[in-house]
């Protein structure tokens, strides 16, 4: 098999993926900050990240995967004002949120899921290690890391130090050195959460708890770090500073960044706010759905969230779970295979593109390229070993994708009830129709069966007939 390609960030091309230890990965990725519930957008770093170590996984590699909770933050903070509650009440119940969202997703949880406030101490002692080693200052009670002490700063995003510092011809904060220089620790006001330091009460900046997580939790040098592009600069910047600077050694070996959503979409736009909420989304249409969207684009371009591209989506679900529901239903007994033949090229091409920077969306052309197949083979009869081989075949690309393991009859039913409502009808009408035709053929009233029928096919309603009865679904 073919070496296993990944797009470096640090180094701007695909390299061969080799872990630092033969055998196991070490993989550190940014996670939410805690005090709202999470959009879309968030959600399109978990669902890549998420099919990326299943890859790896496939490959053989054990995986160790942290995701992150930033439980002390501004925003948490002013949450906490705004609604007269303790910060720890705030970030505790959106972690709640956050993984009653994560279970709709039915992706397996990551290896550790750190909170920040859970590591003060190992915070404090990075930092002081950093003051020790003349890589950050203290003033007045802060403690700011000197950008220029490292001078490999802006290797991740490409800046130039000098640029940046030119950039910034008025400081802020006037107890910085530098203006580029960032912070490791404040001071916290009164009434707000805080810890004792040896800088005297306050708590960490955002930078240094991934640092010092992933340090903890992984070691000095870690495999893969990701997050979303936004995080490059400052943030992950920011990250290779300390950790580097601490360790002198060199701190992850690829970084691995997810592009964003764009809701350009006039009609999305115009329901801003309601829509991207990732509830809402994986409520007012399918879980399934939002996976689906995310990875049929690849993870490096953008994604434009629009009506038309949830709708397609629905339609190739459809697709998808109609011809899974036909092969289960024509298998007997059990579905033990282990060698896919009939369908081995475009099994071959799927694997070629997941090892190719996890190219999603060839693995969807070659999944239409096997249900067309698939369809084609069935058109005159059904054969059991296609069946078993389709069904082999979506097993495993499923489990990588985190996709098609819905129950076929459950989820065809619900995705079609999606269309109906974009139609206007409603289920209990189409239920009335459906009686009503059932009565008719009873009588052998097949002239007024007939019409109710052709009835429902002009507003795009199919019926079939099947032996658990009459099945309605909408024409694609
Ligand atoms: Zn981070």
Do not use: E, P, V
């Given at each position: 098999m073919d070496h296993f390609n990944l797009y470096n960030s640090l180094s701007k091309k695909k390299e061969i993926f080799e872990p630092i230890t033969p055998g196991t990965v070490k993989m550190y990725v940014c996670g939410p900050t805690v005090y709202d519930l999470l959009h879309v957008g968030n959600f399109r770093g978990l669902i890549f990240f998420n099919v990326l170590r299943n890859w790896l996984k496939h490959l053989g590699y054990s995986v160790n995967y942290v995701y992150n909770y930033t439980d002390i933050d501004d925003k948490i903070i002013k949450k906490s004002k705004e609604e007269d509650k303790l910060v720890s009440e705030i970030s505790s119940k959106f972690i709640q949120e956050f993984e009653n969202d994560f279970k709709l997703l039915k992706i397996s949880k990551a290896s550790h899921n750190p909170k920040c406030t859970d590591y003060i101490n190992d915070i404090i002692s990075f930092i002081s290690d950093l003051i020790e080693k003349k890589f950050a200052y203290v003033r007045n009670n802060n403690v700011f890391f000197?950008?220029?002490?490292?001078?490999?700063?802006?290797?991740?995003?490409?800046?130039n130090i000098e640029d940046l510092i030119s950039g910034h011809r008025i400081t802020i904060n006037q107890d910085k050195e530098n203006p580029i220089d960032f912070v490791l620790w404040k001071p916290s006001d009164h009434g707000e959460p805080g810890w004792e330091s040896p800088w005297g009460r306050g708590r960490p900046g955002w930078h240094i708890e991934c640092s010092v997580m992933a340090n903890a939790i992984l070691g000095d040098q870690i495999d893969i770090h990701g997050g979303g592009?936004?995080?490059?600069?400052p943030h992950h910047e920011n990250e290779i500073a300390q950790s580097e600077s601490k360790t002198g050694k060199k701190f992850a070996k690829y970084w691995v960044h997810n592009n964003f959503i764009k809701f350009d979409d006039q009609k999305m736009s115009k329901s801003l706010g309601n829509i991207i909420k990732a509830r809402t989304f994986m409520t007012d249409y399918n879980p399934e759905i939002l996976k689906y969207m995310i990875l049929s684009v690849h993870y490096r371009s953008s994604i434009n969230f629009s009506f038309k591209q949830i709708q397609q989506s629905i339609i190739s679900l459809i697709k998808i779970y109609t011809a899974l529901e036909q092969a289960q239903n024509t298998i007997k007994g059990e579905c033990n295979i282990s060698n896919i033949s009939y369908f081995k090229e475009e099994l071959e091409i799927v694997q070629t593109s997941f090892n190719n920077d996890i190219n999603t969306p060839i693995v969807f052309a070659q999944i239409f390229n096997v249900i067309r197949k698939f369809n084609n083979a069935f058109k005159n009869e059904k054969n059991e070993n296609i069946a078993k081989e389709f069904l082999a075949f979506f097993s495993l690309v499923g489990s990588i994708l985190s996709l098609f393991s819905e129950k076929p009859k459950k989820i065809l039913f619900e995705l079609n009830l999606i269309l109906l409502k974009e139609k206007n009808i409603s289920l209990k009408q189409i239920e009335i129709e459906i009686k009503k035709r059932d009565k008719s053929r009873k009588e052998k009233n097949y002239k007024e069966s007939d019409l109710i029928r052709d009835e429902l096919l002009g507003k795009g309603i199919e019926l079939k007939d099947t032996i658990d009865g009459t099945q309605w679904s909408v024409k694609l």
């Open positions: 000197s950008c220029k002490k490292f001078s490999a700063y802006g290797k991740l995003s490409g800046k592009m936004d995080l490059i600069f």
